[in-house]
Structure formats: structure tokens, C-alpha cells
């Protein structure tokens, strides 16, 4: 691989890659930020008026596919269009999927934008990860490869965070002329400034768009459509169609059972492998199962957390900095007026009478429903609030507030000859993980919440112990999996990673499908506390022998 000369610190290449993520991620996150509030608005301000349960399966099942599509747009990147092109087609068909979400039309038109937005995101996202991966192969900069990933990862958590305001602000000031549309077009522009900004750096990548022959022993990508795609379809149908449903929903059922023979090829990679590639695709798949439970709890912040900010969380903003914040559109007004909110039925549409005109009910404002009647505001007045969709800033806000000090952590023990091998980071990152659902179980017990709101500081909380596991355990992924996977198979476990994301994303759907049946929230999130700590120690007496592999994998050009 010929590189460009460099300047001594890191490549161009990276910061090209950076701002591509970033503004990528910006839109990302600004519309799975708002796209359960979006599902679920029922004060007449443009929304789907879904309930939970049908809102969350949407969800669930768009942050799945999300995260499923980079199997696919790795496999075909690895074998024929290789990285740039990917990217180029990835970021422009993200772009068409948000500003289809923009016209707010019908069902058709809204699943088509999601359609667009996850086949989009299957050439885009992997392909990014291991063409930064191929930037540092060389010699020289592998040394600076973990650096490199933590790095880029502050562009992703840079447009994760700003996302939500601009999502809030538009939302606000046009929520009675299709501010959710706004907002989604919002998206869509960050995509667009995306594709342009790594279309004028592409010099200083180009160089790393290397696609390896095919070598004996890899799959024709015919024989993985045949025994990994069409048996997954075939499963899915099985799972759609069976009498009833196991988890929930037809949907989910359909997504689980599609991915059985994604599972299962990835394990005939294993199998099929030999001598030391085999042991560098077991301890990734070692660690891909751990991060399952990782990716559960992460994605809760998109569903089950959404629904506490915006229901269980006391959100009224303190009087005195309500007129510094009115200008940025941060504060969403609410009252008990009733409203007209139209009536859902099960298949997701409104209900309608004999002449086609939408049935509707008197309701007010959710928010109300556990606030104690001392603190509704006076008749005639509004509450102001904090956008629900804010509080997804609360993570992206620790990250790059926790980053210096983990990396110090970790630095200040390699110092001392104790560093935290990868596989460590691993295990401790999953316990983490689950005390942060420790302290939502906490915040459920220490009041009655169908009578009562609790404090911001509790969601603040857990998403700040949360973000520690997550320095520990997703830039470190991206790393590792560059470093472990053999060569020829970069972008096929790149799209691994993704697909444990992406399992992580439904199961978390499934979960918050049946928060409405969880009388006691407080199981809830002990459910996915116990299984992180579970998964934590399970791993822990392996994770010297999987270091061994790690090492010697990164000091391997193959």
C-alpha cells in the first residue's frame, strides 16, 4: 500500500474520515433521536400517534436492520466496489432515506425513507471503520491505530451531540407546520455535507481503498447469497408467519429467526478456518457475544430510556433561565387543554369512520399523567419543558467530557506495567454497563413513578456510568476487530461487529415492546443489569489467553 507522505502526527486521512463520521452521525442520531417521539406524538403536532408497544417495534426494528445492513455492504465492498465507492453510494442513499422521512407522507413513503436510510448505511458504515483500519496498517502507524479509533470516535459523539439541538429547535419552532419533517431534513443536509466534505479529501484516502484478491477457501459471494441470504428470508417468513408470536411481535419474531443463518455462517468461518486465522475469528466471536448484552443496554437510550425522559422524568425547566433558553427553541410548551389525538388501532393506522374521517379522542399532554396536581401550571398557562429529544445528548455529552480521563486511566496503568489488555476492557466495560441499569433500578425504587416524576439527575447518572463502559468497550471494538480479523476478511467482520450492534438494537426493541407489562419497572432494568454482570465474569478467566491472540494477531501483517 503507497501512502501519501505524511507530516509526523497522524494522516490527513483521519481527519478526512472524521468529519465524514461526524456529520454522518449527526444525522444518525438526530433522527433516532426523535424517531420514537415522532412515532409516538399524540398532541395533534404532526406525529404517527402509535402506542408504546408499536412505536418501539418500529424502532427496535429500524436500529436493528441498521446495524444488520453492514453485513451485506461489507461483504460487496470487500469483493467488488471496494471502500470509497461504498461510501460514496452509502452517504448518498442515506440522505434520499431522511428527506424521505422529511414529507411526513404515508406509510409507504415512510418506509420507503427507512428502506433507503438502512441499505445506505450498510455500504457506509463499515466500509468508513476499515478504511481508517487499512490508513494505519502501515508499519510506522500501527502504534497509533488505537489512538487513531478513539479519535475518531469523538467526531462520532461531536455530531451525536450537537444533533439534538438542532433536532429540538426545529421541532419546536415548527411544530405546527411539520417541524418532525424539519427536523428529519435536518438529517438529511448533514448527510449531504458528508459525501462532500469526503469527496474533497478523497486524495488522502484513496490510498487505502485496497481490496484483497479472493483467496482459496473464501465463499463466492453466489454461495453466500444461496446458503446464508435466502435461508435467512426463508427464516424470517417462518418467523412472520408461524400461528401467534414468541416475542411480542410478528416482526421481531421474523428478525430473530432471519438471523439464525447469518449466525451461523459466520460460525462456518470458524470452522472452515485454519491454525492461527482460526483462533483470531474465535476470540472475535467471543467477544462479539459478550457485546451482545453491551449493545442492549446501549441502545435502550432510543426506547426505553426515551420513554423515561419523556414520561417518568421531571423535564420543567427552572424559571430563571427560561427566557435565555426560549431564543434556542431548547423548551417544548405543555398544558392541560384537552386535545383531539386521533385513535390507533393495532396495524399502527388511525382508526376511521364510514366517510374516511379520522376517529379522535380528548387527552392531554402525557407528561401530566404522574405529575402531582400542585405543580400543573395555572389555567390558561403552559409548563415549560426540556425537549425530550435533548436528554439523547446526555451521553455524547459525557463522552467527550470522560474521554481524557479514561484515556489518562488507561494511560497511567500502562505506565505502571498494568495495562488493560483489550479482552479486559472488555469484560469490565460489560459490568459497567450493567450498573448503569443499576441505577435506573434505583430510581425506580426510590418513589412511586405512576404518581410521581423523578429527578433529570438519575438519567444523567446512568448515562455518565454507562459512557465509561462504552470508552471501554466500542472504539476498542472498532480497533480490535481491524486488528484481529485476517485480512481478507476486514469489512466481512467489520459487518460481525455491526451485526452484534444490531442484535444488541432489537433485543433492546423487545425488551421495551413490553415496558406497558412491566407493572414494576425496576425488573425492567435488573434484567439487563444481571445478564451484563453474568457476562462480565464469564469472561474474565478468559481474557489472558484472548490477549495472547490479540497481541500476536496486530503484530502479523496477515
Known sequence: ????????????????????????????????????????DTVGHGGRGLDTAP????????????YLSPFIGGLIADRYLGYTKS????????????????????????????????????????????????????PDLKPKKDIAYNIFYMGINIGAFICNFVAAYLHNKFQDNNGWGIAFSAAGFGMVISVIWFAFGLKHVKHADVIKPVQEGDMPISKIFTTVFLPAIAAGLIGWFIPGNILGSDSNDAFI??????????????????????????????????????????NQN??????????????????????????FGFLESVNTKPTEIPVVDEQFRAQTDAHGKVLTKQGTDLYFQNLQKD???????????????IYQSINPFWIIVLTPLVVAFFGWRTSRNKTLSTPSKFAWGTLIAGLSSVVMVIACLITNIYFNKV??????????????????????????????APRRLTALMMGGWFI??????????????????????????????IAAIIACFLLLPLTKKLNVIVEEAAASDD
Open 500 to 529: 452484534v450492534t444490531s442484535l444488541g438494537g432489537k433485543i433492546s426493541g423487545i425488551l421495551a415492546g413490553f415496558w406497558d407489562k412491566f407493572d414494576n419497572k425496576a425488573v425492567f432494568f435488573a434484567i439487563s443489569a
Open 375 to 389: 405543580k400543573y401550571p395555572p389555567p390558561g398557562e403552559d409548563l415549560k419543558l426540556f425537549s425530550t429529544e
Open 257 to 298: 429467526f432471519a438471523c439464525i443463518p447469518i449466525i451461523i455462517f459466520y460460525f462456518s468461518l470458524l470452522f472452515r478456518a485454519k491454525g492461527f486465522e482460526r483462533k483470531r475469528i474465535s476470540t472475535l466471536l467471543i467477544l462479539f457475544g459478550v457485546s451482545i448484552i453491551f449493545w442492549n443496554i446501549y
Open 455 to 484: 429527578s433529570s439527575w438519575w438519567i444523567i447518572s446512568s448515562y455518565g456510568v454507562f459512557t465509561i463502559s462504552e470508552l471501554f468497550v466500542s472504539p476498542v471494538g472498532l480497533s480490535l476487530t481491524s486488528k484481529v
Open 1 to 40: 500500500m503507497n501512502a501519501l507522505p505524511e507530516k509526523k502526527g497522524h494522516p490527513r486521512g483521519l481527519y478526512v474520515l472524521f468529519f465524514t463520521e461526524m456529520w454522518e452521525r449527526f444525522g444518525y442520531y438526530l433522527m433516532i433521536g426523535i424517531f420514537f417521539l415522532y412515532l409516538h
Open 302 to 327: 432510543a426506547t426505553a430510556l426515551t420513554i423515561w425522559a419523556q414520561t417518568y422524568t421531571d423535564r420543567e425547566a427552572p424559571k430563571a433561565i427560561q427566557p435565555a433558553l426560549k431564543p
Open 87 to 138: 461510501i460514496f453510494i452509502g452517504g448518498s442513499l442515506l440522505s434520499l432515506g431522511y428527506f424521505l422521512l422529511a414529507f411526513n407522507g404515508s406509510d409507504a413513503v415512510m418506509y420507503s425513507g427507512l428502506f433507503f436510510a438502512i441499505t445506505g448505511n450498510g455500504f457506509f458504515k463499515p466500509n468508513i471503520s476499515t478504511l481508517l483500519g487499512n490508513i494505519y496498517n502501515r
Open 55 to 66: 412505536a418501539v417495534s418500529i424502532v427496535g426494528t429500524y436500529v436493528a436492520l441498521i
